[in-house]
Nanobody, 116 residues
């Protein structure tokens, strides 16, 4: 059973930066789609960014374009979300996920809080 672990969340002021990390417990084959989602209090979960592992195809939600960058490591099953110019509205629990045709795995989430 694959497990995902996020880290890097925390409290930051408006305009600040954080880097989230998601690491899988083992290598995930079959070109998984690695994603970041977030869930703010009282709101539905929303897509943030994704990267297709093998070819590196990247997609972003409109509200993070130009501010967030998703990337992946080369040596292990780790990927990142670099978040810059953070806004209060970015406050949420951020989850990483790995999707395959036959399964989907989620991390436990990491809290990001942006203060005004």
């Amino acid at each position: 059973q694959v497990t995902l672990s996020e880290s890097g969340g925390g409290l930051v002021e408006t305009g600040g930066s954080l880097r989230l990390t998601c690491t899988a417990s083992e290598w995930i084959f079959d070109n998984p789609l690695m994603s970041w989602f977030r869930e703010a209090p009282g709101k539905e979960p929303e897509f943030v960014a994704s990267i297709r592992w093998d070819e590196g195809k990247i997609e972003y939600a409109e509200f993070v374009k130009g501010r967030f960058t998703i990337s992946r490591a080369e040596a292990d099953m780790t990927f990142y979300l670099e978040m810059n110019s953070l806004k209060v509205d970015d406050t949420a629990v951020y989850y990483c996920g790995a999707r395959l045709p036959s399964a989907i795995y989620w991390g436990q989430g990491t809290q990001v809080t942006v203060s005004s």
